[in-house]
Each structure stands twice: as C-alpha cells, then as structure tokens.
Antibody
Framework: EVQLLESGRDLVHVGGSLRLSCRVS????????MSWVRQAPGKGLEWVST????????RYANSVLGRFTISRESHRDMVYLQMNNLRPEDTAVYYC??????????????WGRGALLTVSS | DIQMTQSPASLSASIGDTVTLTCRAS??????VAWFQQTPGKAPRSLIY???NLQRGVPSRFSGTASGTDFTLTITGLQPEDFGTYYC?????????FGPGTRVDVK
C-alpha cells in the first residue's frame, strides 16, 4: 500500500520560512515524480510544485516561484517543500502527491493526508 | 494558463441516481484530464486519468469521457460514499490547473 506522510501542522509568521516534509512508502521512490498541491480554507485545489523522478526537472506555480523550492532525497524516500517569505495567502492544507510515472507530465495517483500551514500576521 | 471550468457548481441527487459532471478546458488538451473526489475533511482521492482510465480500486460505477476540450465524469448508481466535491485537472501544460469543483450532495 502506498503511503504519503506529511509533516505536522505549523504556525509561521508573515515573512518566515518553513520546510514541509513528506515520507513516501509502498512504491519505488525514484520511479515517480512528486508534487505538492494546496487547499486554502474553504477553497478548491491549487497545484504548487512538481519534481521529476530524477529530481532534474522542477516546476512551480507563479504564485510561489522564487519563494518555494521543491527537492527530494532518494536514499530516504523523502520529498520536501522549502517555503520562504511566507504570506497570509499561503495559509492552506498542503498535500504531498505521487504522480503516475517518472515525468513531470503525469497525473496524480496517490495523496497524503495533508499538513496545515497557517501564516499569521 | 489553461482555464478549467466545471458545471454544474453543485447538484443534489439521491442514492441510485446517475449523475454527470462536466469539465471544459479553455484550450485543446487531448485527453490529459484527471478527476478527483474529495469528501469533507479528507484528502482528495484520484478517480480517473487520461480522461477515461479508472485508477486502481475505483468502482466501475465511475466512468469518464474525453474529447479534447470537453470532459465528463459519470457516476452510475450513486452510493452514500460518493457525496462530496469533484475536481477535474488538466496535466497537458504547466501550470497544471484544477477546475473549481462540483459539489454533489444529498437531495
């Protein structure tokens, strides 16, 4: 069974930084691209970032470009989202997601339970 | 960016009903559409990819069609666990974009 486990909920002040973590199990980690998708309170889903199976191809939403960095650590089966210069509009549940294959052009197959980030002013 | 629209925004249905949800892309995206289900307080669940391919473990009462810009998700014989919000997403071009969702609730 595939399991994705994000780091716990957090409260950060405006302008602060946080690194989200996601531990992956139940699949051959290097064979799958990974994404982060967020959902603001009461709102819909918003794609944030994707990294290929090799880590060599990364993509970002315009709303986080230059502030967020996605990375992966193959020997630990972990994916990360480093978030800097946080804004109130970054408040959301952040979902870790495993894609259908190696490329960044794949759909999401599996979802984590989500981690709540609150950015307070 | 490719815009995804969904209709209706919400609908009410009864157990056993057949419901069809529609998603439209602002540009041609072949069949690079996925559908997701989300029940309140839970993470999304992947249902369909490639416009019509069921994810593993998804019941056969779910089905999808794809025609380049117009996509549908049909639930044949609605079950209690099917009530929730359904999102489509295009993965043909970055940034990948979601539709606003269709909420399916109990009539």
């Amino acid at each position: 069974e595939v399991q994705l486990l994000e780091s716990g909920r957090d409260l950060v002040h405006v302008g602060g930084s946080l690194r989200l973590s996601c531990r992956v199990s139940g699949l051959i980690f290097n064979n799958f691209a990974m994404s982060w998708v967020r959902q603001a309170p009461g709102k819909g889903l918003e794609w944030v970032s994707t990294i290929s199976g090799s880590g060599g191809d990364t993509r970002y939403a315009n709303s986080v470009l230059g502030r967020f960095t996605i990375s992966r650590e193959s020997h630990r089966d972990m994916v990360y989202l480093q978030m800097n210069n946080l804004r109130p509009e970054d408040t959301a549940v952040y979902y870790c997601a495993a894609l259908h294959g190696y490329s960044v052009y794949e759909p999401v197959d599996h979802w984590g339970r989500g981690a709540l980030l609150t950015v307070s002013s | 960016d490719i815009q995804m629209t969904q209709s209706p925004a919400s609908l009410s249905a009864s157990i056993g009903d057949t419901v069809t949800l529609t998603c439209r892309a602002s540009r041609y995206i072949i069949d690079y559409v996925a559908w997701f289900q989300q029940t309140p307080g839970k993470a999304p669940r992947s249902l369909i990819y490639g416009g019509r391919n069921l994810q593993r473990g998804v019941p056969s009462r779910f089905s999808g069609t794809a025609s380049g810009t117009d996509f549908t998700l049909t639930i044949t014989g609605l079950q209690p666990e099917d009530f929730g919000t359904y999102y489509c997403q295009q993965y043909n071009n970055y940034p990948f974009t979601f539709g606003p969702g269709t909420r399916v609730d109990v009539k």
